[in-house]
């Protein structure tokens, strides 16, 4: 199975940059479909992005897209989100996750990391 840590998180003023990344270990991170979701206080789980095994498709959510982008280095083993001109929606813990067989359901996605926080300053 895979293991995942998230890093990169912390406080950005709106309209600020961040990149948070998910480094992977255990197994290729190419075996899998990667997301990446983010759960605020008091609100449900959502998906933010999600990225094929190749790199080739890619998927964002309404919220954040045009301003996010997600990317994939297999040989580094690693997924990246690019974060740009962050709201203050946007605050909440991100976290990545890995699925053999999904895209876009959080139930599909049989391996996660601890998560990293975002918050974002008005």
């Known amino acids: 199975q895979v293991q995942l840590v998230e890093s990169g998180g912390g406080l950005v003023q709106a309209g600020d940059s961040l990149r948070i990344s998910c480094a992977a270990s255990g197994r290729p991170v190419s075996d899998y479909t990667m997301g990446w979701f983010r759960q605020a206080p008091g609100k449900e789980r959502e998906i933010v992005a999600a990225?094929?095994?190749?790199?080739?498709?890619?998927y964002y959510a309404d919220s954040v897209k045009g301003r996010f982008t997600i990317s994939r280095d297999n040989d580094k083993n690693t997924v990246y989100l690019q974060m740009n001109s962050l709201e203050p929606e946007d605050p909440a813990v991100y976290s990545c996750?890995?699925?053999?067989?999904?895209?876009?359901?959080?139930?599909?996605?049989?391996?996660w990391g601890q998560g990293t926080q975002v918050t974002v300053s008005s």
């Open positions: 996750a890995a699925t053999s067989t999904g895209w876009l359901f959080a139930y599909e996605y049989d391996y």
């Open positions: 990225i094929s095994r190749s790199g080739g498709s890619s």
